[in-house]
């Protein structure tokens, strides 16, 4: 059943808060359509439970869909209310994105452009949005608390926690989603790991002004691939001296990844899509864009669902009482599988490490008499000390500054 539609005509008066995100009518990786009903229901019911309808929007960026989304995604009455989608249609989508099946940079803009909140909040199709969030964004914006900036200078960033795989490929309705955020959600994996900076991992939200967004065009529109388009971002704008926040903490990282890589293979959306260029990630140039970022120079309207297509979502007790006993037994097996490959490859590591040692040993020693063989290798363990030291004094550098 295709839904009732209604242009929506954005007033000019800013709210506070407009949400940005990108989607397609497609099979991306799963049910790629269960995973964006279910994010734009769980924050409508966010907003509500709030009591933000007034001082939030969502618009999302419809790129290239045969079959738009605002006529397929099933929507909950509060999330009509909240919600906008900015179809980008296929004959504009296929020119703009050339060999990239799916442009992020492109779609974003094109709903920051044409978004009316004070504050611009990024977040993926897939990523459940908290109440720790909007409670956090609006003691910040009404002074009940601060951050060591002002906040329309602050570039806010946080990582996400992940929900699990096994449960989330299953599809669940959106109780069963968020009783499982409220009751387990602080014990789920953050999505962050050492040796990087942590607005180069995963975005659970990035967020600021749009004054900002506006100055600098908003992500580098030549990064029609995937990957480090915040980090780009980042750059460009810390070189104006604006400073880049973890909201993380702040949040409790409140935001939910609604898993899509299996346990057993590698988690990298390179695998699945061509990654930007290096000399793009670190590209600096502060607008790189010109004055029509953002397809302004394409009439694209926002349209507003009137009535849409029923969920498909089962009755949360009988997908309880049936699908938790199965959920949890594979998530077991899943960590005994994991662990296990986990030491196959720590000691597939551990025997090429000795082995190389063995080797810089053996060709040291070949050329040089018995009486000073233990001097050697005395020296050549030494050195590797030193190595070793050197190494964690440029890291604990580079974190420093960072």
């Known amino acids: 059943m295709l839904s ?21 009518n497609d099979s991306y990786m799963g049910n790629s ?10 924050l409508a019911r966010q907003v509500k439970s709030a009591r933000r309808g007034e001082d939030v929007e969502v618009i999302v960026a419809d790129w290239g869909s045969e079959h738009p989304l605002l006529e397929h995604v099933p929507l909950s009455d509060d999330a009509r209310n ?17 060999d990239s099946p799916f442009p992020e940079v492109l779609a974003l803009n094109a709903a920051v452009r044409r978004a009316r909140g004070s504050y611009i909040a990024r977040i993926d199709q ?5 109440q720790n969030f909007l409670a956090t964004f609006f003691g910040l914006l009404e002074g009940r608390l601060s951050l060591s900036v002002p906040l329309h200078k602050a570039l806010m960033f946080s990582n ?21 955020v409220e009751r387990w959600g602080a014990r789920m994996q953050i999505e962050c790991t050492s040796g990087r900076p942590f607005y180069a991992h995963s975005v659970g939200v990035w967020t600021l002004h749009r004054k900002i967004w506006h100055a600098c065009g908003g992500y580098d529109e030549r990064m029609i691939y995937m990957n480090q388009m915040e980090v780009n971002m980042i750059n460009r704008l810390r070189r104006r001296d604006y400073q880049v926040l973890d909201l993380g903490p702040v949040t409790r990282y409140g935001f939910y990844h609604l898993e899509h890589y299996h346990p057993y293979g590698l988690r990298k959306s390179g695998t699945h899509r061509k990654d930007n260029p290096r ?25 507003r669902q009137v009535e849409g297509p ?19 037994t594979q998530m077991a097996a899943d960590k005994l599988v994991v662990r296990g490959m986990q030491l196959q490859e720590a000691t597939r590591m551990h025997c090429r490490r000795w082995a190389r040692r063995a080797g810089i040993v053996v060709r040291a020693l070949a050329s040089e008499p018995p009486r000073s063989w233990l001097r050697l290798v005395r020296q050549l363990r030494e050195s590797r000390v030193a190595g070793r030291k050197r190494q964690a004094d440029t890291r604990m550098s580079t974190k420093e500054t960072i």
């Open 160 to 180: 996400l926690r992940m929900m699990p795989y096994r449960l989330t490929v299953r599809s669940p309705p959106l109780d069963v989603v968020s009783n499982t």
């Open 33 to 42: 359509m269960w995973r964006l009903e279910t994010t734009l229901n769980y």
């Open 279 to 303: 000399w793009l990630r670190d590209d600096t140039q502060f607008a790189p864009n010109g004055p029509n970022w953002g397809l302004a120079d394409h009439s694209l309207s926002l349209q």
């Open 126 to 130: 897939d990523t459940l949005v908290s």
């Open 82 to 98: 909240l919600v906008t989608f900015l179809t980008i249609p296929p004959n504009i989508a296929t020119d703009l994105q050339k």
């Open 4 to 24: 009732a539609r209604e242009t929506f005509t954005n007033p000019s008066a800013e709210i506070a808060l407009s949400f940005v995100l990108c989607s397609r």
């Open 310 to 328: 029923a969920s498909l979502a089962s009755c949360a007790l009988c997908w309880t009482a049936l699908s938790v006993p199965i959920v949890l």
